[in-house]
């Protein structure tokens, strides 16, 4: 079947915005330092308000004023700087290309290091084998392991060296600029050393080979292990469907006739489309006709199919599994549940970490000290050092206090004149500084966060967490305290009356009559209390009577006009503050159903109490479970409603709470008072809610918990949002921000402690007392490692239970 493409008219009517957002892939980026000219370039630009780079990634986002910053004027900014970029659209052909772009560069990198490896064989052979038979006589030749050096500076090397060049004529020097110095000045004293052997200068050709053959090999290994980190998040840009297939004529009683598949991201909200077994959800919709099992694995992390029948909703992207269904779509294109999680997930790996902010102002000036550094080394060694311990310059007194020092003296090229004493401190200086150069790295300083972001946030989407960047993280770290909304979060939020209890017995008033007028009262509010006495209304197939002139006080009841007669139903506080008494008969008896964990809705009309009904919200069958997660995991649980105390109680007593962690009578639009002053105890709190009533209690607490189940405005205020109905992955998404921002903190250590120590080392601090130094090409290789280290220690986290 052919796939129609379809044109439409642009119908978007959202008001307009301040600013807004734009996304650059952005290639070219070796290092942190990197990272900072970019951030530098683009924050330059006129009408750019803030700037963020992702390193593992490759992305960058500008917030800028709407319609000043031009996306493609900014890509050819950054692209005249030495970092090819391009705008991000929101298709799924780009992801594509990406990836094949991506593998095209691993292929790219494979082959470099297959030349320099092979190069790097051939240059170090002389070290492991006596080659003095005449047919390999050769390898041991001086010129030829000049060709050798040559040929991998021109053409593994080529790229270091151009980019390394490119990025100093910017003055915006980075991890290249380190190499190619080290690689070049390597190779030009050998250079000299072989054409003027008067001077009795030590030929190191093998020095520049080996460094840019170690460089290479760590850098094939980061890019892979980058490839791997990013694995979760393009499995879930591959859950994006491509084809959808439309019912041209719905109302006909052969659905199957006159279908055309068209692209998904065409679809429009209304549309049936039909959608067999196997195949994706193309949009979300709700299902009209056909029952079928469906694996909501990708959206929830439950691994177990749903059943689905007529009326119930559907995703995009999860499959279907047993049968051919018919839905009608409810949100198309960015407006899928789908997209909203890849967005969100985009948007969490450019959120930085602030502990990240000490390693972005290192980055900033971390070459230009490198290079100062490696320069004050060489006047050191040169000027003082080498007449302080006159030892250093004696190889054979040096060899035999340490082997490891042999090879910054010794060549095994055959070619080792007698080193004139004013020339061999000149040597040993340069090595050492050179060995600075290259040992520095601040490529582990630009990965240290982001990777490990990419790997936590990509592996939370794909268990149904999403959480929202690296500033989260830091802020799940610190909590101490987790409170929980009632209705709806530990209870099911569904709900059931219990009692109807009229109170003026000469009125001659039914419980039936009761709910009657109640369920006029509600119909005109939408609460979970609302659609108990709704439903209950209905399954005594009860006649509701027209009510009117409806005003709602979120949280504490809702009053109107009903048979003429002017009714209020709400808690008893609420009745009291418009004037109704409360009698102490009344009171007792809403006491009682209170400690029995029922919820108690008074109803008033003309000013007096008629009766009562109370309602029972049963708890999650998973909310103990949690709550004891959570204890053991050193937090303090807490529940906040805006129940009565003694109900609020009972619910505490059943998940184990002390008293003085149980908050009752506390209305909606209090809730984020409540939360302001649990936080200038200090505590640092998370809330978790539905949404309903207490976004902005989500929004007011140091962390934001939002369950799927509840509003969408939730989902945008909480920082963490659960796409499962399971409260046990409040737990789990603390456990897993807490292993992220632990692998932050685990590669920001290693990326500072290696260039601490490693540096000094490569100074040669060691070398007067214990004849240590490190060669420029053990430098590189430690460089090399240094990188992959931390992206192998972000993957790590995918070893980390669910």
């Not at 190619?180 to 020095?207: H, I, K, N, R």
């Not at 549940?337 to 990240?356: C, D, F, G, Y």
């Not at 000490?358 to 490696?374: I, K, N, P, Q, R």
């Not at 060899?399 to 040597?427: D, E, F």
Request: hydrophobic share 45%; charged share 15%.
């Amino acid at each position: 079947m052919q796939i129609v493409p379809r044109t439409e008219e642009s119908t978007d009517k959202t008001p307009m915005a301040t600013t807004e957002k734009i996304t650059l892939d952005v290639g070219g980026m070796k290092c942190a330092g990197c990272v900072k000219s970019v951030e530098k370039q683009l924050a330059q630009y006129p009408g750019v308000k803030s700037t963020c780079v992702n390193l593992a990634t490759e992305v960058a986002v500008v917030e800028s004023e709407v319609g000043v910053v031009d996306a493609q004027a900014l890509a050819k900014q950054l692209t005249s700087a030495g970092f090819p970029s391009q705008p991000r659209t929101a298709s799924r052909i780009l992801a594509d290309t990406s990836e094949i772009q991506q593998r095209q560069h691993m292929q790219s990198a494979w082959r470099q290091l297959m030349i320099a490896g092979i190069l790097l064989v051939l240059s170090g052979i002389g070290h492991f084998a006596n080659l003095a038979s005449p047919p390999l006589i050769f390898l041991n030749n001086i010129w030829f392991h000049f060709g050798l050096a040559t040929v991998t500076l021109l053409l593994p090397g080529r790229s270091i060296l151009v980019d390394g060049w490119l990025s100093w004529r910017r003055n915006a020097p980075n991890m290249n600029t380190l190499v190619g110095l080290g690689t070049l000045t390597a190779y030009t004293a050998s250079l000299v050393a072989l054409l003027f052997p008067q001077m009795g200068w030590e030929c190191f050709f093998d020095e520049p080979v080996m460094m840019l053959g170690f460089i290479l090999l760590g850098r094939t290994l980061e890019q892979q292990a980058r490839g791997r980190a990013a694995s979760a998040f393009k499995q879930l840009l591959a859950l994006q469907p491509l084809v959808a297939r439309l019912i041209a004529n719905p109302q006909s009683s052969n659905k199957g006739s006159g279908m055309v598949e068209i692209p998904a991201e065409q679809v429009k909200v209304g549309e049936w489309l039909q959608v067999l077994p196997g195949e994706k959800i193309p949009v979300d919709g709700e299902v009209m006709s056909g029952q079928t099992s469906v694996d909501e694995s990708m959206l929830t992390g439950e691994s177990l199919p749903i059943s689905k029948k007529v009326g119930d909703s559907v995703t995009t992207g999860t499959i279907n599994q047993s049968g051919a269904i018919a839905i009608q779509a409810t949100r198309t294109g960015n407006d899928t549940t789908l997209a909203h999680i890849i967005a969100l997930v985009e948007a969490a790996q450019t959120r930085k970490a602030p502990v990240q902010k000490l390693a972005d102002t290192v980055a900033g000036y971390f070459t230009y000290g490198v290079l100062t550094t490696s320069i004050l080394t060489f006047v050191f060694w040169y000027f003082f050092g080498t007449h302080i311990w006159q030892d250093v310059t004696n190889p054979v007194a040096m060899a035999q206090s340490s082997s490891l020092i042999a090879h910054l003296h010794h060549s095994p090229l055959g070619y080792q004149p007698a080193i004139p004493t004013q020339y061999a401190g000149l040597l040993l200086s340069l090595k050492l500084a050179i060995a600075v150069m290259v040992v520095a790295c601040p490529c582990a300083l630009g990965l240290a966060t982001p990777t490990a972001i990419l790997v936590g946030t990509a592996m939370g989407a794909k268990r149904g967490l999403l959480i929202k960047g690296g500033d989260v993280l830091e802020k799940v770290h610190r909590l101490n305290t987790v409170v929980f909304d009632k209705t709806g979060t530990l209870t099911t939020g569904k709900p059931i009356v219990t009692d109807c209890l009229p109170i003026v017995p000469e009125e001659n008033l039914t419980p039936s009559a009761l709910l009657q007028l109640a369920a006029a009262v509600e119909s005109g509010t939408s609460h979970p209390l609302a659609n108990a006495i709704q439903t209950a209304a209905q399954q005594q197939q009860l006649t509701i009577p027209t009510a009117s002139e409806f005003h709602t006080e979120p949280g504490l009841g809702v009053s109107a006009t009903v048979d003429g007669s002017s009714v209020f139903l709400g808690n008893w506080e609420w009745l009291q503050v418009n004037g109704i008494t409360i009698p102490q008969d009344a009171e007792n008896q809403a006491t009682t159903l209170a400690i029995a964990g029922k919820t108690v809705v008074g109803i008033a009309r003309d000013g007096k109490l008629i009766g009562m009904i109370a309602v029972s919200d049963p708890l999650r069958t998973d909310t103990k479970e949690a709550v004891e997660q959570l204890q053991g995991m050193n937090l303090r649980v807490m529940l906040l409603s805006g129940d009565r105390q003694e109900v609020a109680n009972a619910i505490g007593k059943q998940l184990g709470l002390d008293s003085t962690d149980i908050i009752a009578g506390v209305p909606p639009a209090k809730k984020a008072t409540t939360i302001q002053e649990l936080q200038q105890y200090p505590m640092s709190v998370a809330m978790v809610g539905d949404g309903i009533n207490d976004a902005p209690a989500l929004s007011q607490a140091d962390v934001g918990i939002a369950l799927k189940s509840g509003t969408d405005v939730a989902m945008e205020t909480a920082e963490i949002v659960l796409m499962s109905d399971r409260l046990t992955d409040v737990a789990a998404s603390i456990q897993l921000s807490r292993a992220t921002f632990n692998k932050i903190r685990q590669n920001l250590f290693w990326a500072f402690a290696y260039n601490t120590l490693g540096i000094p080392l490569a100074a040669g601090i060691l070398l007067p007392t214990m004849g240590f130094a490190l060669s420029p090409a053990g430098a590189a290789g430690l460089m090399a490692f240094s990188s992959v280290s931390v992206v192998t220690n972000s993957l790590l986290l995918r070893t980390l239970r669910s």
